[in-house]
T-cell receptor, first 110, second 115 residues
Framework: GQNIDQPTEMTATEGAIVQINCTYQ??????LFWYQQHAGEAPTFLSY????GLEEKGRFSSFLSRSKGYSYLLLKELQMKDSASYLC???????????FGAGTRLFVKA | SAVISQKPSRDICQRGTSLTIQCQVD?????MFWYRQQPGQSLTLIAT?????????ESGFVIDKFPISRPNLTFSTLTVSNMSPEDSSIYLCSVEFPGAGNEQFFGPGTRLTVL
């Protein structure tokens, strides 16, 4: 089976840093995605981690530990427009399908 | 990336009817997927649309309820059959491009309301 856990909601202040955690249990792990989804819109790609370690892309960074089944998304210098849902998703080697977690709704306040 | 379009963008349907959703991509893609996103929830994979063969359905989804076509590498349809209010959801197609790793790009979605 497969299981992806992430917090339901988080609140942070504009200009601050927030870390959104994701743990997963799955067989045939291929890689881990983070997607951003604003209300009423389709998800958009943020990052993809295959190997252990930190991937940095501007204000967003993503970390993966395959041995621990753990990832996090780090958002720096938060802006109001970062208020959105952040979806952790696992890519499987079997069938190349991607399974999504329930998402974390992030609220950025002034 | 590429342009992915879905038709219709939204619809309101009566219980017991069927709706076919179209997904068109402006370039050839290897993998196409159909997801459902119910209000306030994350995405649930319905099936993988295979070109030239039957779709591969996830647990809890069956072909009779969600028939899928994929006649070529740029187009797919998903039909929601014999609809009930529980089928009210956003339906999204997504694609993977050759050489783009496993990143998926999503269409804008079809918002379906069943009365």
């Amino acid at each position: 089976g497969q299981n992806i856990d992430q917090p339901t909601e988080m609140t942070a202040t504009e200009g601050a840093i927030v870390q959104i955690n994701c743990t997963y249990q799955t067989s045939g792990f291929n890689g881990l995605f983070w997607y951003q989804q604003h209300a009423g819109e389709a998800p958009t790609f943020l990052s993809y981690n295959v190997l252990d370690g930190l991937e940095e892309k501007g204000r967003f960074s993503s970390f993966l530990s395959r041995s621990k089944g753990y990832s996090y998304l780090l958002l720096k210098e938060l802006q109001m427009k970062d208020s959105a849902s952040y979806l952790c998703a696992v890519s499987h080697t079997g069938g190349f399908k991607t399974i999504f977690g329930a998402g974390t709704r992030l609220f950025v306040k002034a | 990336s590429a342009v992915i379009s879905q038709k219709p963008s939204r619809d309101i349907c009566q219980r017991g009817t069927s709706l076919t959703i179209q997904c068109q991509v402006d370039s050839q893609v290897t993998m196409m997927f159909w997801y459902r996103q119910q209000p306030g929830q994350s995405l649930t994979l319905i099936a993988t649309a295979n070109q030239g063969s039957e779709a591969t359905y996830e647990s809890g989804f069956v072909i009779d309820k969600f028939p899928i076509s994929r006649p070529n590498l740029t187009f797919s349809t998903l039909t929601v059959s014999n609809m009930s209010p529980e089928d009210s959801s956003i339906y999204l197609c997504s694609v993977e491009f050759p050489g783009a790793g496993n990143e998926q790009f999503f269409g804008p979605g079809t918002r379906l309301t069943v009365l």
